[in-house]
């Protein structure tokens, strides 16, 4: 009596495994397809890559298309320690600022950069971890030195989409559980940076996400990208995250 309980125990989780690998697998297939769509997507790189491109560079008037924002991973060697689980809002912001400065980085200099900002966050905030959109904007300010910044409450997708097409990547907070990246570790972290680049001509949102080695030309959903939506609120209680004000960060 006991085997056959525990063989149909055993037959049962066999089998839920076996469904939560498939799911897994379907999710990293599609993923990878987005991601070779976006490939095609055509890039495009504005002229005169200053922290005045607003003024030069007319929006794009195709329906999809890609600005060429290198990409800034926040473990560059792949090294997921306590502190590069927190980069992605320096990696984000290190990205956008390679991008404006036409500027690439070895993995060594990636890292020292990374460290560099999160001293200055230290001595400035008194941590680097999970810092908000304001807090994110004073860095891009006081640390990388650009003069016009703008956050956006409540944005719409056509106006992240505005942003962009006139050369101008936007930046993203969020529940990283609601993004549904398949290669986020647990499902993801419950605050996240990352920034859009562009758009596939079904509409979904093309970006670099630094929380994982796939993340250039990485894919999101449009619906899931307003849906996880969210700036850090400072909420001690993790599950009070989803409560933050949708926003984004635009630096010109």
């Known amino acids: 009596m006991i085997a056959s309980v525990l063989g149909l125990g055993a037959g049962f989780f066999g089998v839920y495994y076996y469904f939560q690998h498939a799911a897994a697998a379907k999710l990293v297939t599609e993923a990878n397809q987005m991601q070779i769509e976006a490939t095609k997507v055509p890039v495009f790189n504005p002229p005169a890559a200053t922290t005045t491109i ?45 991008f404006y400065r036409r ?91 990352y920034l859009v680049r562009g758009f596939t001509e079904g509409g979904d949102v093309i970006v670099n996400d630094p929380g994982t080695q796939h993340g250039e030309n990485f894919v999101y959903k449009k619906e899931n990208v307003l849906s996880s939506m969210h700036d850090w609120n400072h909420a001690q209680d993790i599950t009070k995250v989803a409560s933050g004000v949708p926003r984004v960060l635009v630096l010109e």
């Open 54 to 98: 607003a003024k030069k560079t007319e929006a794009v008037k195709v329906s999809a298309f890609n600005l060429a924002v290198p990409f800034f991973p926040q473990a560059p060697k792949k090294i997921w320690d306590k502190d590069h689980e927190d980069y992605c809002e320096e990696a984000t912001l290190l990205g956008i600022d390679a």
């Open 103 to 193: 500027k690439t980085y070895s993995l060594d200099e990636m890292e020292s950069l990374l460290k560099k900002m999160r001293d200055w966050e230290i001595e400035t905030f008194g941590y680097f971890e999970s810092t908000s959109i304001e807090q994110t904007a004073r860095i891009a300010r006081e640390y990388l030195g650009y003069k016009k910044i703008r956050i956006i409450d409540n944005p719409t997708m056509e106006m992240i989409r505005a942003e962009v097409s006139a050369g101008r990547p936007v930046i993203v907070p969020a529940n990283g559980k609601e993004l549904k990246n398949p290669y986020f570790k647990n499902g993801g972290p419950v605050f996240h940076m």
